[in-house]
């Protein structure tokens, strides 16, 4: 195969691309996917990269929302109080959340080997919010790039709320009237 331009007439057609076709966010059965290693065919590729590997977005945002919280001083992901409350409800609902709404809190835009990810934080009272979010950008991009192979090019933090020692009685109360 020639990696030279062809001329044709007036114009000049570039060379086909060789190696694995670029990595392309597309949708699959109403979930978006990126394609993150498009892979080879044929006896002489190595096993291992045969084939095609797929990423749902839920993927992403699943691993983002427990990397964010891991660190020490989050309470939770989403909003405040109204928010946190419904959604606690959800949870509990057999098929409203799934396992307790990892994905909460948390939006990713997926590109075709980059992704952004955007986090609604509550932080615990007395925390250091800076070093809180320094901690949170650090784990959220390590477990992705570390899980996904996908670059982090930022993670972008929201304080929603703070959480105090107190609110829990009146949070476990609302749940209980309702």
Same mark, same amino acid.
């Given at each position: 195969?020639?990696?030279?331009?062809?001329? *044709?007439?007036?114009?000049?057609?570039?060379? =086909?691309? *060789?190696?694995?076709?670029?990595?392309v966010?597309? !949708?699959?059965?109403?979930?978006?996917t990126?394609?993150?290693d498009? +892979?080879?065919?044929? $006896?002489?590729?190595p =096993?291992?990269?045969? @084939?095609?590997?797929?990423?749902?977005? +839920?993927v992403?945002?699943? /691993?983002? +929302?427990?990397?964010?919280?891991?660190?020490?001083?989050?309470?939770?992901? @989403?909003g405040?109080?109204?928010?946190?409350?419904?959604?606690?409800v959800?949870?509990r609902?057999? +098929?409203?959340?799934?396992? =307790?709404?990892?994905? !909460?809190?948390?939006?990713? %835009?997926?590109g075709? !080997?980059?992704?952004a990810?955007?986090?609604?934080? /509550? $932080?615990?009272y007395?925390?250091?919010?800076?070093?809180c979010?320094?901690?949170? !950008?650090? &784990?959220?991009? *390590?477990a992705l %790039?570390?899980?996904?192979?996908? %670059?982090?090019?930022?993670? &972008?933090?929201?304080?929603?709320?703070?959480?105090?020692?107190?609110?829990?009685? =009146?949070?476990? *109360?609302?749940?209980?009237l309702?």
């Amino acid at each position: 195969m020639t990696t030279s331009a062809v001329t *044709s007439g007036a114009k000049t057609v570039p060379p =086909a691309p *060789s190696g694995p076709p670029p990595h392309v966010p597309t !949708r699959t059965g109403g979930q978006d996917t990126t394609t993150v290693d498009a +892979g080879r065919r044929g $006896v002489d590729a190595p =096993a291992g990269t045969r @084939g095609k590997t797929i990423i749902a977005t +839920g993927v992403v945002e699943k /691993i983002a +929302g427990m990397a964010a919280r891991e660190v020490p001083g989050v309470y939770a992901l @989403g909003g405040g109080g109204l928010s946190r409350t419904l959604g606690a409800v959800r949870d509990r609902v057999p +098929g409203g959340g799934g396992r =307790a709404g990892l994905g !909460r809190g948390v939006k990713v %835009e997926v590109g075709e !080997r980059q992704t952004a990810i955007d986090l609604d934080v /509550i $932080v615990e009272y007395g925390v250091s919010i800076q070093d809180c979010a320094t901690d949170i !950008r650090e &784990n959220v991009i *390590s477990a992705l %790039e570390r899980i996904t192979g996908l %670059e982090v090019v930022e993670v &972008n933090i929201s304080i929603g709320d703070v959480h105090l020692p107190d609110d829990d009685t =009146a949070q476990d *109360s609302d749940l209980r009237l309702q």
